[in-house]
């Protein structure tokens, strides 16, 4: 998300076009981070799914 920030203010400096480089990047950057924490939560779920199966067998 910072490097979206950033990246966006200097766009919006040197390219300053009809929309928000800052604010499209910056929404990019927040896009990219929940699918990152998704991924993790799911990833995790599966570990735990894992473990329980393994524990309800025995």
């Not at 919006?12 to 800052?22: A, E, I, Q, V, Y």
């Not at 499209?24 to 981070?33: D, K, M, N, T």
């Amino acid at each position: 998300m910072l490097l979206g920030l950033f990246l966006g203010q200097y766009l919006d400096r040197k390219h300053p076009l009809g929309f928000s480089w800052t604010l499209s990047l910056l929404a990019l950057g927040a896009l990219f981070g929940f699918y990152n924490l998704y991924e993790a939560l799911m990833k995790a779920s599966r570990e735990m799914e894992k473990k329980d199966h393994g524990k309800n067998r025995s």
